[in-house]
């Protein structure tokens, strides 16, 4: 017979913090202890006592249990339950992001450990050296963003099989531009870390907006496809959303209740906007890198990241100066096109601001079911 969770009662998967648990309330656990908000007090007199997920729960007696059964921060647990047995494990090359579905329960563990450790790895050792040493950090930012020549497959049905590889490709991608920026590859690994895992989901959405502009007028006028990653894309009236990973909701409510009965029009506008506009892969990636310093340094306002950032962006706009001012570039009308290209990320922080505000609401009503190894990569992702 398993043994319980001593928290929920669910299915154990190993000692986590020095406890007999679950790897959701080992989750709860690890967030709760990190967490920088004081948590609310129990309006039933602290005698809740179901933690199963299938009400919102609360969050002060929960702890309070986690603490009764002897859960420690210093203690050094075990890791969780071995991997079942597959390809990646026996090849030893397992899997960037594992998705833990668990029957008996009502929440999921995303676990993106190994995702984190090969963006980690990357920032480490740094980029190549290019060939030409004179190349400025937005061109080589460029370089390292460049698409591939691999053809495009399209996907019919969007499982967490492709939300993985999504996430991987996202987040890889922008570990590599990152590493070819020189101000941000002479800061501490962790200072480095923290800022990938902030803004990985923003460097993604224009990176997404801009590809699928390139691919809808390849493809024609009538195209509405959405290119979700580096040889991937998706029709954008006919996909299929499997969305049973995340809620246990359908993918219309959901999508419905972040964005209203605006739904995803600002992604519409922006790739309007993107297939007009034709950017160079320099303006691509200065555009790119803008928003998300942008976002980061709203993000950790008054702290040593936000000064960082706006470092960063300084030193990212004389370069792109220093590119419009080149004799093949002087026709250009300079201030219009920065002027749209800035007015296209506004409009995308604008619908980061109101996604967060439902996603909010979302979580209280545990609308969510999923739990993540690592919770600050996914804020502000709308999941």
């Not at 990357?122 to 400025?136: D, E, F, R, V, Y």
Request: charged share 25%.
């Amino acid at each position: 017979m398993s043994k319980k969770c001593g928290i929920c009662d669910a299915p154990a998967h190993g000692r986590h913090f020095g406890a007999l648990t679950c790897l959701s309330c080992a989750a709860f656990f690890r967030r709760a202890i990190f967490a920088k908000k004081k948590r609310k007090s129990c309006k039933s007199g602290n005698k809740c006592r179901d933690f199963n997920g299938n009400f919102p729960q609360c969050k002060s007696c929960r702890m309070r249990k986690c603490l009764r059964v002897g859960m420690k921060l210093e203690s050094k647990s075990p890791p969780p339950a071995a991997i079942p047995q597959s390809l990646e494990v026996f090849v030893s090359r397992p899997s960037m992001i594992l998705f833990a579905n668990k029957p008996s329960q009502t929440r999921n563990f995303i676990d993106v450990s190994n995702l984190v450790a090969r963006g980690l790895s990357i920032l480490k050792h740094g980029a190549q050296s290019p060939l030409n040493q004179k190349l400025t950090s937005l061109e080589k930012m460029a370089l390292a963003g460049s698409p591939s020549m691999k053809k495009f497959m399209k996907v019919n049905e969007v499982t967490s099989k492709y939300v993985a590889k999504v996430w991987e490709f996202d987040f890889i991608t922008a570990a590599r531009c990152l590493a070819n920026l020189d101000g941000f590859s002479e800061l501490p690994d962790k200072l480095k870390m923290q800022i990938l895992q902030s803004i990985w989901h923003v460097w993604a959405r224009l990176f997404k907006a801009a590809r699928s502009a390139q691919l809808r007028k390849r493809q024609g006028l009538f195209s509405n496809a959405l290119q979700i990653s580096d040889n991937l894309y998706v029709e954008m009236e006919t996909i299929r959303m499997d969305v049973t990973w995340l809620t246990r909701y359908s993918f219309d409510q959901v999508k419905y209740f972040l964005y209203g009965v605006e739904e995803d029009s600002y992604l519409k506008d922006s790739i309007e906007s993107l297939t007009k506009l034709e950017l160079t892969e320099i303006e691509l990636i200065y555009m790119t890198a803008q928003l998300s310093f942008l976002y980061a340094q709203n993000r950790f306002s008054g702290t040593e990241i936000g000064e960082i950032c706006e470092k960063l962006q300084d030193g990212l706009g004389n370069d792109l100066h220093n590119y419009y001012t080149k004799p093949e570039k002087k026709n250009r009308n300079y201030v219009g096109r920065l002027t749209q290209m800035l007015k296209i990320n506004f409009s995308l922080m604008k619908n980061i601001r109101t996604t967060r505000e439902r996603s909010l609401i979302a979580q209280t009503f545990d609308i969510f079911i999923a739990d993540y190894s690592h919770p600050e990569m996914f804020i502000d992702t709308g999941c």
